[in-house]
């Protein structure tokens, strides 16, 4: 259903034309009566036996009509994406009339092509004409002056497309390498290291080169905790694509996040603020890039603690139906919005929290067990604090060895410590004063520790010193049920 979605949202009101299910289908889903493939079946299929596979088949063949039309459909609704058409078409029109023979018409589009391409630093497609025209000008019209300047031409863009390729290949190794570990080992922060002396000593980068070179400076800072660095490298390289007006969007919205992300964990969350919306309005609310940009708004509100706009935008989120990785998240961040409000933090009345449905809901998450897990185990055990304290004794020993068998490196240290004062509330028997004495050596080791960045974020979307007054309240108050005595 998300495919069809999207599709529809790109395509706005240029559709082709339908008939039959396909129509009934396309027409539900533009004016919502159509929000999961249940109501699709409901409404258009009667035999629940093949129903499903039914479903697939007339999901699939909407898909393929309106993949077909948007292969047909001009998409240039901006000056970049417009000259990106032309350039492409202009390529494609030279080489088919060169080769048919039409010469002079053929080189006055290569020209004319090649102008623009050099302009919007198209470089593949700056260095195809110049290659072409280079050769037309020495083999097939002979003359000096304009083979000496698209040689040059040819040279010139061989060594940015050289320069580009290597950038490129940087950053999708190291964002490989980070999504499979999922943290900062040394042999990738020895990798930023080479990769960012490497784009140093690029003489003439291009835009899309310059971009790409800033991500990994940024991703270097944030390895070494530098947050004042890398916001300072994303301000800077904003300033250069300003003066780029052909440059994407979608990398100043990228550059934008990052800003934000920095700025969240250096507590500027101003700033933070600022730079997610900015983005938000690049990418024109695009759905699946609204949903991210609005949960890391979300995030920087808690950190600065404004549970209300959190709240807020949670409930935005929720009506614009988020699905995959992103829906988990914001199940997540309901959670601890739910535990804001019985600690009297956040002043809005929640329903008895669903933990089982919680748990099912946040599956995917729960195989991350050095990252995104983390968060779930947390609000799990925060929300049996307030709801069943029994059934907290019951998993806290599971617990304990989880911690010890996956939270042993640098970058789950604040977590390790935050747990340990989970492990010593059945010892104090959940008495405040004798939690207090018994964990104020972990408390003063989580506040020496700073906050990491990108990678923290997810670790830890609420910071701890927030959620030790949540527990400190879950002690002052007398849960639900009646709290279950210590077992030997």
């Not at 949202?9 to 999961?36: C, D, H, N, R, Y």
């Not at 409901?42 to 077909?68: G, R, V």
């Not at 000496?148 to 999708?172: E, G, S």
Request: some cysteine; aromatic content about 10%.
């Amino acid at each position: 259903m998300s495919n069809l979605i999207e599709l529809l949202a790109i395509l706005g009101t240029s559709l082709p034309i339908m008939g039959g299910k396909v129509k009934q289908l396309i027409e539900g889903i533009q004016k919502k009566k159509f929000k999961t493939r249940e109501d699709v079946i409901k409404s258009l299929f009667k035999n629940a036996a093949d129903s499903i596979q039914s479903y697939n088949k007339l999901k699939l063949k909407a898909e393929k009509l309106l993949t077909f039309h948007l292969l047909t459909t001009k998409l240039g609704k901006t000056p970049i994406l417009e000259t990106l058409n032309e350039c492409y078409a202009g390529q494609a029109k030279a080489m088919i009339l060169i080769r048919q023979g039409y010469k002079k018409t053929g080189i006055s589009i290569a020209r004319r092509t090649f102008n623009m391409a050099c302009q919007y630093e198209l470089i593949h497609i700056a260095l195809n004409m110049a290659e072409l025209l280079a050769r037309h000008y020495a083999e097939v019209y002979p003359q000096r002056r304009l083979w000496r300047r698209y040689t040059k031409a040819t040279q010139k863009y061989i060594q940015l497309a050289t320069d580009n390729a290597k950038v490129t290949q940087f950053y999708t190794d190291i964002f490989i390498n980070i999504n499979y570990k999922n943290t900062y080992t040394k042999g990738i922060v020895k990798k930023l290291n080479y990769y960012t002396s490497e784009i140093d000593n690029i003489s003439n980068p291009t835009a899309a080169t310059k971009f790409y070179g800033s991500v990994l400076k940024i991703i270097q800072s944030y390895a070494n905790k530098d947050f004042e660095r890398a916001a300072l490298t994303a301000t800077k390289t904003l300033r250069f694509l300003e003066s780029k007006p052909h440059v994407f969007k979608s990398h100043k919205a990228a550059l934008l996040s990052y800003l934000s992300i920095a700025a969240i964990a250096s507590k500027q969350h101003q700033l933070a603020d600022k730079s997610l919306l900015k983005a938000i309005d690049l990418t024109g609310h695009a759905p699946y890039n609204w949903q991210v940009l609005t949960y890391y708004r979300a995030i920087n509100a808690l950190h600065a603690r404004d549970y209300r706009l959190a709240f807020d935008l949670h409930r935005l989120a929720h009506k614009r139906r988020p699905s995959g990785f992103i829906a988990e998240q914001w199940v997540l961040l309901r959670a601890y919005l739910f535990l804001f409000s019985q600690a009297g933090l956040l002043h809005v009345k929640y329903a008895r929290f669903g933990i089982g449905k919680f748990l099912n809901q946040t599956h995917r998450s729960a195989q991350d067990k050095a990252g995104s897990n983390i968060n779930i185990i947390v609000a799990e055990l925060l929300v049996y604090l307030y709801q069943d304290r029994a059934r907290f004794i019951d998993r806290i020993d599971a617990v304990r060895t989880y911690a010890y068998r996956h939270l042993k490196g640098e970058d789950t240290a604040r977590a390790r410590f935050f747990l340990r004062v989970l492990f010593r509330l059945t010892g104090c028997d959940f008495q405040l004063e004798r939690v207090h004495k018994a964990t104020a050596h972990h408390r003063r080791l989580l506040h020496e520790r700073d906050l990491n960045a990108k990678h923290n974020l997810e670790i830890e979307i609420v910071p701890f010193e927030h959620l030790l007054e949540v527990l400190d309240a879950s002690l002052d108050k007398a849960p639900e049920r009646r709290r279950a005595s210590w077992r030997s």
